[in-house]
């Protein structure tokens, strides 16, 4: 229904936020109220979630935020809730990183995600998140790196481990450099 919604930051409190747009208060919960300031002028993208008994509009940064969110809600088991934990407890390239490689330890970490729900967040959303374009440049750096390991001799398992937590904001040399000197 709501797209995003621009506007000045009214009001934030520990539940969300209060976004004056020509002169209306939207309520909105974004993974962390406290990233933005009171009078602050900023464009949230929003998503509105309804169900029979409420209806709440989530507000997000960025669109890869906002698309993240949309793919962890439609794994079973994962609800707004803790949908947003998982959102204001990591970066979107990372959490994106984690689900392409599997990583079930790091999604361990967010509250409200267990052992099983982070191997069905990875079953679910393994090579299907479409977050702007971000999963592909993720995907293809990760790609490069295990290619450029096996290359070396490196074995399945042993990639998997070196490439685990890697920054992929970096470009790909750098990353394989990362990787060899997790093995010494």
């Known amino acids: 229904m ?16 209060t976004l004056d747009n020509s002169g209306i208060g ?11 300031g009171i009078g602050q002028d900023v464009l949230v993208h929003t998503y509105h979630y309804v169900r029979e008994d409420q209806a709440i509009l989530y507000g997000f940064h960025s669109l890869e935020q906002k698309g993240l969110f949309e793919s962890l809600i439609s794994v079973k088991g994962i609800g707004p809730k803790s949908a947003l934990a998982v959102l204001a407890s990591a970066e979107v390239n990372d959490i994106i990183r984690a689900i392409e490689t599997g990583d079930a330890k790091y999604l361990n970490r967010f509250p409200g995600i267990g052992p099983k729900a982070s191997q069905q967040i990875i079953l679910d959303l393994k ?5 702007g374009g971000v999963t592909l440049k993720v995907h293809a750096k990760l790609e ?41």
């Open 2 to 17: 709501y797209n995003y919604i621009q506007g000045t930051i009214k009001g934030v409190d520990p539940k969300g936020i």
């Open 26 to 36: 939207y309520h909105i919960v974004p993974p962390n109220p406290y990233a933005y």
């Open 127 to 131: 090579g299907k998140i479409s977050s």
């Open 144 to 184: 490069e790196v295990e290619d450029a390991l096996r290359s070396l001799g490196y074995k399945a398992k042993e990639i998997a481990a070196l490439t685990a937590n890697l920054d992929t904001t970096l470009d790909t040399a750098t990353l394989v450099r990362q990787a060899l000197q997790k093995k010494a």
